[in-house]
């Protein structure tokens, strides 16, 4: 079944390379200019990626993430922002938002053709079968369900990934690169910062159970999950980076 992507930009000239090289590619593609059209496209159906602007007329392309993330049937829409923002903060507060992936304009259209393919590989199931469970935790990769005892956790999909690998190696130091390559399974395509995002976004979905305190900082190294329990566990972040 061919992915359909929807291309949210005012820029016509960016639209009409966009859709000409995704869909050589093979993609279906929709595309509007402002995010209201946008909602109202996604009512009757969700795309299967978003590639969104940041500076669209009315909303922001970031509040109108706000409000995908906020809505069930979005909640798990791969997004990827393609902006001519290049600014460390900005790519952070994109991150941090909820988006999966930021590009700046002037971009490769080779390379935004291999960040969304990257993207919608995410889809495939996960390549541990086996559930686990430590310090409390326990993920089924089959069922995609995670709970705290007896209460269940609000897991993005990358976030249940993510988890899911570190729970399945305790104790060892993982570097950004090898989470990326891991976890996303195209590091080429990612930036480092992906990571830092969605180790925030998962200590904060673990927050309420207490177990944020699992997910360890390792300064100049990476992240690991501290597993057990007659060990020394720092606080939400650990040791700084």
């Given at each position: 079944m061919t992915a359909h992507v929807l291309l949210v930009?005012?820029?016509?000239?960016?639209?009409?390379l966009l859709v000409f090289?995704?869909?050589?590619?093979?993609?279906?593609?929709?595309?509007?200019?402002?995010?209201?059209?946008?909602?109202?496209?996604?009512?009757?159906?969700?795309p299967d990626l978003l590639l969104l602007d940041w500076s669209l007329p009315g909303q922001s392309g970031i509040a109108l993430i706000r409000r995908?993330?906020?809505?069930?049937?979005?909640?798990e829409l791969p997004i990827?922002?393609?902006?001519?923002?290049?600014?460390?903060?900005?790519?952070?507060?994109?991150?941090?938002?909820?988006?999966?992936?930021?590009?700046?304009?002037?971009f490769s259209p080779r390379e935004t053709l291999a960040r969304v393919h990257a993207l919608l590989r995410r889809r495939q199931p996960l390549a541990a079968p086996d559930a686990v469970q430590l310090a409390g935790l326990r993920l089924d990769p089959a069922t995609l369900q995670a709970t705290a005892g007896a209460r269940p956790l609000a897991l993005g999909r990358v976030e249940f990934r993510l988890l899911n690998f570190l729970m399945h190696h305790p104790e060892r130091v993982h570097s950004?690169?090898?989470?990326?390559?891991?976890?996303?399974g195209n590091a080429a395509c990612l930036d480092e910062r992906t990571v830092d995002a969605h180790v925030g976004?998962?200590?904060?979905?673990?927050?309420?159970?207490?177990?944020?305190?699992?997910?360890?900082?390792?300064?100049?190294?990476?992240?690991?999950?501290?597993?057990?329990?007659?060990?020394?566990?720092?606080?939400?972040?650990?040791?700084?980076?």
């Open positions: 930009d005012p820029d016509v000239a960016c639209q009409e090289n995704l869909g050589m590619a093979g993609y279906g593609v929709s595309r509007v200019r402002d995010g209201e059209s946008a909602l109202l496209l996604m009512e009757a159906a969700v995908l993330r906020a809505q069930w049937r979005t909640r990827i922002m393609l902006t001519a923002r290049a600014a460390e903060p900005d790519k952070i507060l994109a991150l941090e938002t909820g988006a999966d992936d930021y590009i700046t304009k002037p950004r690169a090898q989470l990326l390559d891991q976890v996303w976004r998962l200590r904060s979905a673990l927050q309420p159970s207490g177990h944020q305190r699992h997910i360890e900082t390792v300064r100049g190294s990476g992240y690991r999950f501290v597993a057990w329990q007659g060990r020394r566990v720092g606080g939400a972040h650990g040791m700084a980076a």
